[in-house]
């Protein structure tokens, strides 16, 4: 019995109307984030182990996909890690470079790599595959495209709006319905740690950002269910409940503060953000304070931002990204980072459902030479000269039916065949045959190159 060959969890194949689509998506993507002047890099598909653990937290390192060494390097093992049941200690021992788990820990070491070669501030996109061993489910995948824009320098606000802008721009381009960018500030999520009597947020952010697929009740449950005392959770539910407009927010968040001697940074930052963002002229976006976001990434420092899917869609969020200030070089003010990442799949899925793909995602014509068995050097001619202008076309490989060969035409989605039988050759002329209506013209020889190139 043979065996059976599947594509791992999490991964996928691709077909050609699937890659067409694809890049049709990435196009639109990378000619905005060209727009704003946004310069390309690459960096390698993995790093060094060190590079990108102690970066996002300790549930997101179990989550790489890390390289096993080999030769000699394998006999450095941490067999007692293993024996105590110590294993992360255990893989890790086994391993000193892992695949990239995003974009953006890969982009800071590229930054301080090539500090004297770069004018800051430095607005970067990229656009690569990273890996994560999380549990597949709809809209999240092992191996997925990431698509994100940075920009490296003093920290402004307007960095963070224009990133914001960014993603209005490419949700305009892209036709998608008008979406929830949900906002908050690492610094507000610190103050209201210490209203809970915590150390830091970080105790409590994994469960935060449930949220909105369990609800404030599911998170407090949770969170008893980790021997929070009755007095910080209420502490949290009551903040969690604050509705009104954005300032309405803000002036609660303000007052209460205040009265418990809690910085005011956040606040500030997240006010005049707020403020102006007025000046922008958000067309696709709704910015809406949420005190319930706090993407569990450990290198945010202050803004974070998500971007929800529609809401005819169920398949959380699009979009995401915040500040980090210390990622590149720690106690630079003039190396601080602001980044978003767009969620490539997601969006994917959104423009199939919502039928936004253009009918036409190609306007380049393809051209099949149908075979007859003739001697091929004038035919071989005109195929070489039409590819040397970039004009698709292909010759039959064998002199078989003529159904078989128009079928073969169908089946691939070839806009027009060539025939150049024994008839034509007689009468120095050939048939062109455009296979979706029908219509087939006779056209002289001497016009072939000229007439193909006129329908492209």
């Known amino acids: 019995m043979s065996q059976k060959h ?30 704003f002047n946004f310069q390309e890099i690459q960096t390698p598909s993995f790093e060094n182990l060190t590079t990108l653990t102690g970066k996002y937290g300790d549930d997101e390192d179990n989550l790489m996909f890390k390289i096993l060494s080999s030769g000699d390097k394998i006999k450095k093992a941490d067999i007692n890690a293993f024996k105590n049941n110590k294993l992360s200690k255990f893989s890790n021992s086994l391993s000193d470079k892992a695949l990239r788990y995003d974009l953006t820990v890969p982009l800071s070491r590229f930054i ?36 994100d824009v940075d920009i490296i320098g003093e920290s402004n ?27 908050n500030n690492r ?16 105790e409590i952010a994994s469960v935060l950002d449930k949220t909105d697929k369990i609800g404030i009740d599911g998170v407090m449950k949770e969170l008893k269910n980790r021997d929070l005392s009755d007095e910080s959770i209420n502490q949290l539910k009551y903040l969690l409940n604050i509705g009104g407009t954005n300032q309405e927010k803000i002036k609660n968040l303000r007052k209460l503060f205040n ?20 000046k922008f002229n958000f067309s696709n976006i709704n910015i809406n304070i949420d005190l319930s976001l706090a993407r569990g990434l450990s290198y945010y420092t202050g803004t974070i931002i998500e971007v929800s899917s529609p809401k005819e869609f169920s398949i959380g969020s699009i979009g995401g990204g915040g500040r980090y200030d210390d ?14 990442s767009f969620g490539f799949d997601r969006i994917f899925m959104i423009l199939e459902e919502l039928k936004l793909f253009p009918n036409e995602l190609d306007s380049s014509k393809s051209f099949l030479f149908l075979n007859f068995g003739l001697e091929l050097d004038s035919i071989l001619s005109y195929v070489n000269q039409l590819r040397e202008k970039n004009i698709t076309c292909e010759l039959y490989p064998a002199n078989a039916k003529i159904k ?11 806009d027009y065949v060539i025939i150049i039988g024994d008839e034509e050759v007689k009468s120095n002329s050939f048939k062109l045959k455009e296979m979706k209506s029908g219509n087939q013209s006779s056209i002289d020889i001497s016009n072939l190159l000229s007439e193909i190139e006129s329908l492209n």
């Open 327 to 340: 990622l590149v070089q720690k106690n630079n003010p003039k190396l601080s980072g602001f980044g978003i």
């Open 187 to 202: 610094q507000i999520l610190e103050g209201i740690s210490k209203l809970m009597k915590l150390d830091s947020v970080i």
């Open 6 to 35: 599947n594509t791992p969890k999490g991964t996928r194949d691709f077909s050609s109307l699937e890659l067409k689509k694809r890049e049709y998506l990435l196009n639109v993507l990378k000619n905005c984030f060209k727009s």
């Open 259 to 278: 009265s418990k001697n809690i910085s005011l940074n956040g606040v500030d930052l997240l006010d005049k953000l707020i403020d102006t963002s007025q």
């Open 404 to 414: 078989k060969q128009l079928d073969y035409a169908n089946q691939k989605g070839i």
């Open 157 to 183: 606000i307007l960095n963070e709006l224009e990133c914001i802008k960014v993603y209005d721009s490419v949700f305009n381009k892209l036709g998608l319905p008008k979406v929830d960018l949900r906002i």
């Open 112 to 147: 301080s790599q090539n500090l004297n070669d770069i004018s800051f501030p430095f607005k970067r996109f990229q656009t690569q595959l990273v890996w994560r061993a999380e549990r597949p489910q709809k809209g999240r995948y092992r191996e997925f495209l990431q698509c």
